[in-house]
């Protein structure tokens, strides 16, 4: 099968802004998404390629950005070797934990082995926030304990938290193609206990969690910490990612007013995570 490929470069480029771009991509056919340097490649069949679908997406984009886009005719693509060669290596984080996918040989022997096959850039463990709540997750005491995974991407999050003990997990997305993959590897992980949902954080009414875990983006934490803050019991714990370090006095005061004290933050190459505490 023809494949079409469409490079993108983003400026200024933001690793958040590639991942909604190819959100929305996937929204028009798009099924397949390399990272770069400068942005994304996006592959499309192409007999479904249209490229004026292509420029109301990008005249639609949601976020303030300048995307500039090559597009180029190639044959299929073993996209398994595309991310072998071009990204995914295994990681560890912690001396605990490796993150890899099922292509991969030679892994370390490690106490959690967490298999991830990611349609997009989402969650592998390589960005700094991922990696950053990872390693928060691996000091929390997280037995018996009720997880939401607020963006979850490939549920990489929730499915580390049910390793650890978590029950109850619920793993929520906007993106079908990132609820899609969760499924999959929560299978994969044969894990139980996790129920993912599509949709946003208007899912969250009703809903009661010990621990939240919100790797997402500045706006968005900002938009629905409210949200979050009502979501836990007194003494819950919300974890929030997807800043960076200067972000934080902007977080803290909006989980302040929320009723929601900042304990702590750990940070890594300017990305950083913070942990809050429902008083």
């Known amino acids: ?36 340097v ?4 996006a592959y ?45 290596e295994p990681i560890i984080i912690g001396n605990e934990c490796v ?22 850039a989402f969650g592998t463990g390589h960005h700094e926030t991922t990696s950053l709540v990872i390693g928060q997750l691996l000091k929390m005491d997280l037995a018996g304990k009720k997880v939401l995974d607020m963006g979850c991407g490939t549920a990489v999050l929730a499915i580390l938290a049910a390793m650890r003990g978590a029950k109850d997990l619920v793993a929520i997305d906007i993106d079908t193609w990132c609820t899609e993959n969760s499924v999959e590897n929560i ?7 996790i129920e993912v949902l599509l949709g946003g954080a208007e899912l969250l009414d009703g809903m009661h969690f010990d621990i939240i875990l919100a790797n997402i983006n500045r706006n968005i934490l900002l ?13 819950g714990e919300l974890y929030m990612s ?17 009723g929601l004290k900042l304990i702590e ?13 429902k008083e």
């Open 38 to 41: 400068e942005g994304l490649d």
């Open 99 to 120: 993150i890899h996918s099922s292509f991969h040989k030679n892994i370390p022997k490690l106490k959690y082995d967490i298999v991830i096959d990611p349609k997009m």
């Open 242 to 258: 997807g800043f960076y370090v200067e972000d934080i006095p902007l977080i803290e005061a909006e989980a302040n007013l929320n």
């Open 44 to 88: 499309i069949l192409s007999k479904d390629f249209s490229e004026l679908n292509l420029k109301n997406l990008l005249d639609e984009f949601p976020i303030e950005a300048s995307i500039d886009y090559k597009v180029t005719q190639i044959e299929s693509k073993n996209w398994n070797e595309e991310w072998e060669k071009h990204y995914f």
């Open 265 to 277: 933050y750990s940070e890594k190459n300017n990305w950083a995570v913070v942990k809050t505490v």
């Open 223 to 235: 938009a629905d910490i409210d949200k979050y803050s009502a979501c836990l019991s007194g003494g």
């Open 1 to 36: 099968m023809e494949y079409t490929e469409v490079s993108f470069s983003i400026e200024p480029f933001e690793e958040y802004i590639a991942d909604v771009l190819a959100s929305e991509l996937g929204e028009i056919g798009f099924d397949s998404f390399v990272p770069t």
């Open 187 to 193: 299978a994969v992980n044969k894990i139980e206990g």
